[in-house]
């Protein structure tokens, strides 16, 4: 099997490592026209050093970037430990102090409990978030072409996340019950930082963008492009230095068309599968071919924020922000007026101390601006690029990108950006594409509570390992929730059948056996049971028969002769 990749950005080489592993015996090719690897994940070097000026930030529970980080052996740095300054383009409006309990007193004078119930609001919906890293390990994709949607994918995460591609974050913010002065400031300035948007951005980007509030937050020794590097170099890929123009379909197979960079031979050949791993703003961006009932570059084509970074040596002028002296190590615009934000960052080097200053701001700093912001030296260098696309909600249920483009073998990693643009998003969005195509060439799908094994292999028009294919029991991939019970993880991962030994906590005992079966959990129960009332209840016969009453329970009372009891016991 032949394999084309369009694109070398995050998502582009994590198809590439995804397909190695779906697809081990095939032959892969990866197409990129930039110089580099890993898309947004770019270096600015400078003096001697090295410093992330696009994509800079990994979150501790962006699982697949920290497995790929640790089996690859790469080293993670912390961001700078510094205050943080909210300003409006006028005046700085709220800033962090050194020390952590000034803060936080400072924190909850200005917005009361918001930030308290912020953090809670952004741990739920990492939680159901969570999700999808069980689902794809379970190798669950859409198959239907109507179906397979960055919509629907979110949906089986979490009823919820679904309309949250409509709303605004400001709605959704004021709906779920925070005050208007911390939307307007804290969550405008996360957003601002992270996406270069307003709050009129959808809620559930803005809600990615909000995570960056709650840490832990890391970055690779090195560069996060080492990631994408790695990644690709693990899938055995051949990287091509060439501009794709047309993928041309025919006859279920597909032909590249490219330009090719110098000192690089590439002639037209034709693939099984394309991936496509490049943002499609342009409908000249790229163009496709084939037996297609529609124009699927106008159904993808979406517009694109463009950002600037610029670097400077030296600090910000205290008086131009109207601000205390030494300025906050991050300023974080709540309008968007003049910059989105400014921020001290470290080199990528563990055992380099240069500092740099990065300003990220919607349109290139005039040189009035940047006299004005940092009248103590000249700017180093200015990076620009095409960072995400326009997340305007606008309240109404918008077309969805499919995953799967034709229905065969053209899928488009890039849909997943429709609900968040990150690099742990990438990567989610080429696995699901990936996913698809498996599940498509395997030719059958299983029934609930069954995964698919020994599945057929297309080769060369020709099915073949027909008579392994089959249907097995699912495993139970979830942590089970016994209450009373000790810790259950290790129960995670059983086959169905299987039975998990549970133990209780003190004062309970296992009634039940707690067993897999078909992917669910069933049974697995503690109890804890009374003994004989230590108390006598006067006209009663006899309490021995409320012996082993489980706790919670009632125990009738039987009363002597003449006598009625005038509630129940309970115990």
């Known amino acids: 099997m032949k394999i084309a990749i369009v694109g070398a950005g995050f998502g582009g080489c994590a198809a590439a490592r995804?397909?190695?592993?779906?697809?081990?015996?095939?032959?892969?090719?990866?197409?990129?026209?930039?110089?580099?690897?890993?898309?947004?994940a770019r270096l600015l070097q400078h003096a001697g050093s090295s410093f992330e000026a696009g994509a800079s930030i990994i979150h501790i529970q962006n699982r697949y970037?920290?497995?790929?980080?640790?089996?690859?052996?790469?080293?993670?740095?912390?961001?700078?430990?510094t205050r943080l300054g909210l300003h409006d383009g006028r005046e700085l409006l709220f800033e962090t102090s050194d020390r952590q309990v000034v803060s936080l007193a400072r924190m909850l004078w200005r917005y009361g409990l918001g930030p308290i119930w912020l953090d809670r609001w952004v741990g739920g919906f990492l939680k159901s978030f969570e999700t999808v890293y069980r689902l794809q390990k379970e190798g669950k994709a859409f198959r239907a072409l109507s179906q397979g949607t960055p919509r629907r994918l979110l949906a089986a995460l979490d009823h919820r996340f679904s309309p949250m591609l409509d709303d605004s974050l400001e709605d959704r913010l004021r709906h779920d019950g925070f005050n208007e002065r911390m939307i307007q400031e804290l969550a405008s300035g996360m957003v601002r930082v992270n996406y270069g948007q307003g709050l009129d951005i959808g809620a559930f980007v803005g809600a990615v963008a909000l995570c960056g509030s709650q840490g832990p937050l890391w970055a690779v020794e090195g560069g996060n492009q080492m990631l994408a590097t790695k990644m690709l170099e693990s899938?055995?890929?051949?990287?091509?230095?060439?501009?794709?123009?047309?993928?041309?379909?025919?006859?279920?197979?597909?032909?590249?068309?490219?330009?090719?960079?110098?000192?690089?031979?590439?002639t037209d050949e034709?693939?099984?599968?394309?991936?496509?791993?490049?943002?499609?703003?342009?409908?000249?961006?790229?163009?496709?071919?084939?037996?297609?009932?529609?124009d699927l570059i106008a159904k993808v084509v979406r517009p694109y924020q463009r950002i600037y970074a610029t670097f400077f040596e030296s600090p910000p002028d205290a008086k131009a922000l109207r601000c205390s002296d030494p300025v906050p190590g991050i300023i974080l615009s709540t309008?968007?007026?003049?910059?989105?934000?400014?921020?001290?960052?470290?080199?990528?080097?563990?055992?380099?101390?240069?500092?740099?200053?990065?300003?990220?701001?919607?349109?290139?700093?005039?040189?009035?601006?940047?006299?004005?912001?940092?009248?103590?030296?000249?700017?180093?260098?200015?990076?620009?690029?095409?960072?995400?696309?326009?997340?305007?909600?606008?309240?109404?249920?918008?077309?969805?990108?499919?995953?799967?483009?034709?229905?065969?073998?053209?899928?488009?990693?890039?849909?997943?950006?429709?609900?968040?643009?990150?690099m742990e998003m990438a990567v989610l969005g080429a696995k699901n594409c990936v996913l698809l195509a498996s599940?498509?060439?395997?030719?059958?799908?299983?029934?609930?509570?069954?995964?698919?094994?020994?599945?057929?292999?297309?080769?060369?028009?020709?099915?073949?390992?027909?008579?392994?294919?089959?249907?097995?029991?699912?495993?139970?991939?979830?942590?089970?929730?016994?209450?009373?019970?000790?810790?259950?993880?290790?129960?995670?991962?059983?086959?169905?059948?299987?039975?998990?030994?549970?133990?209780?906590?003190?004062?309970?005992?296992?009634?039940?056996?707690l067993r897999c079966e078909r992917g669910v959990?069933?049974?697995?129960?503690?109890?804890?049971?009374?003994?004989?009332?230590?108390?006598?209840?006067?006209?009663?016969?006899?309490?021995?028969?409320?012996?082993?009453?489980?706790?919670?329970?009632?125990c009738a009372v039987v009363c002597q002769p003449g006598k009625s009891p005038s509630f129940v016991t309970p115990l």
């Open 439 to 513: 599940n498509r060439l395997k030719g059958f799908d299983c029934a609930g509570g069954f995964v698919a094994a020994g599945y057929p292999e297309c080769i060369k028009g020709e099915w073949s390992s027909l008579d392994l294919a089959k249907c097995e029991e699912a495993p139970c991939s979830d942590v089970p929730k016994v209450r009373h019970a000790k810790d259950t993880r290790a129960c995670a991962g059983r086959k169905s059948g299987e039975i998990c030994p549970v133990e209780c906590l003190p004062g309970y005992q296992l009634v039940s056996e």
């Open 521 to 554: 959990w069933l049974s697995g129960k503690c109890m804890a049971y009374c003994g004989l009332p230590t108390e006598a209840i006067g006209g009663a016969i006899s309490l021995e028969h409320c012996v082993d009453t489980p706790v919670g329970d009632s």
């Open 18 to 40: 995804f397909c190695r592993e779906e697809f081990p015996d095939s032959e892969i090719h990866v197409f990129e026209k930039s110089p580099a690897v890993g898309g947004l």
């Open 270 to 294: 034709d693939y099984d599968l394309v991936f496509l791993a490049a943002p499609l703003q342009d409908s000249k961006d790229l163009e496709l071919v084939g037996p297609f009932k529609e």
């Open 335 to 422: 309008t968007g007026e003049g910059f989105n934000s400014i921020g001290l960052h470290s080199s990528s080097q563990k055992r380099d101390d240069q500092l740099i200053w990065k300003v990220f701001s919607p349109e290139p700093l005039t040189a009035e601006q940047s006299k004005k912001l940092f009248p103590n030296g000249p700017k180093c260098e200015t990076v620009a690029w095409w960072a995400y696309p326009k997340y305007e909600a606008t309240g109404k249920k918008l077309a969805d990108t499919a995953f799967c483009l034709d229905g065969a073998g053209l899928y488009y990693c890039n849909a997943i950006e429709e609900a968040a643009s990150a």
């Open 235 to 266: 899938s055995r890929a051949k990287l091509h230095r060439a501009t794709v123009r047309k993928v041309e379909a025919n006859d279920g197979r597909y032909r590249i068309h490219a330009d090719v960079q110098e000192g690089e031979v590439l």
């Open 65 to 81: 970037l920290v497995q790929f980080a640790e089996e690859f052996g790469l080293g993670q740095l912390a961001p700078l430990d």
